[in-house]
T-cell receptor
Framework: GQNIDQPTEMTATEGAIVQINCTYQTSGFNGLFWYQQHAGEAPTFLSYNVLDGLEEKGRFSSFLSRSKGYSYLLLKELQMKDSASYLCAVKGYSTLTFGKGTMLLVSP | DSGVTQTPKHLITATGQRVTLRCSPRSGDLSVYWYQQSLDQGLQFLIQYYNGEERAKGNILERFSAQQFPDLHSELNLSSLELGDSALYFC?????????????FGPGTRLTVL
């Protein structure tokens, strides 16, 4: 089975940098996704990591270490609109397991 | 707008009843995924169909079933409904059949079981 841990809540200030961690224990690993979900809306895809290392996409970057069962999502130059829930999801052999999500609150 | 449509937007029903949720994927996408999101369980992957065939299965209850039709739209059938089935049900689609591809989520159907 899969077990995924993320912090429940985080707060940060507009313009700052925040790192959201995700640790996982899995019987099979084939990739890790990050999704953003605003309250009452559908999740939107942010990133997908299969190999170790950092993937950068504009203000957002995602890192993966398969040996440590660890990933993080880095958000730079935070904006108020980044206030949302961030979901980490692990792809197994034939299924997808989501963490409970990290609620990020960005304040002025 | 992701291009994925779901109907209805809201559904209120009673325990023991059966409902059908409908999803139309983005044009050209062959995979459809169903998810359930509740406050206590978070987002749970239920099932994936690819070009009409079941491809992957998650935590889907036996009371729930899905299918994908030749025109690629999909339906999720929920029967013998219980209070705990109240949740937001999302459908997503992707071009890939292997869970690797970017998934585009529909707006969801909010199911309330009274």
């Amino acid at each position: 089975g899969q077990n995924i841990d993320q912090p429940t809540e985080m707060t940060a200030t507009e313009g700052a940098i925040v790192q959201i961690n995700c640790t996982y224990q899995t019987s099979g690993f084939n990739g890790l996704f990050w999704y953003q979900q605003h309250a009452g809306e559908a999740p939107t895809f942010l990133s997908y990591n299969v190999l170790d290392g950092l993937e950068e996409k504009g203000r957002f970057s995602s890192f993966l270490s398969r040996s440590k069962g660890y990933s993080y999502l880095l958000l730079k130059e935070l904006q108020m609109k980044d206030s949302a829930s961030y979901l980490c999801a692990v792809k197994g052999y034939s299924t997808l397991t989501f963490g409970k999500g990290t609620m990020l609150l960005v304040s002025p | 707008d992701s291009g994925v449509t779901q109907t209805p937007k809201h559904l209120i029903t009673a325990t023991g009843q059966r409902v059908t949720l409908r999803c139309s994927p983005r044009s050209g996408d062959l995979s459809v995924y169903w998810y359930q999101q509740s406050l206590d369980q978070g987002l749970q992957f239920l099932i994936q169909y690819y070009n009409g065939e079941e491809r992957a299965k998650g935590n889907i209850l036996e009371r729930f079933s899905a299918q994908q039709f030749p025109d690629l739209h999909s339906e999720l059938n929920l029967s013998s409904l219980e209070l705990g089935d109240s949740a937001l049900y999302f459908c997503a689609s992707s071009a890939s059949g292997t869970l690797d591809g970017t998934q585009y989520f529909g707006p969801g159907t909010r199911l309330t079981v009274l």
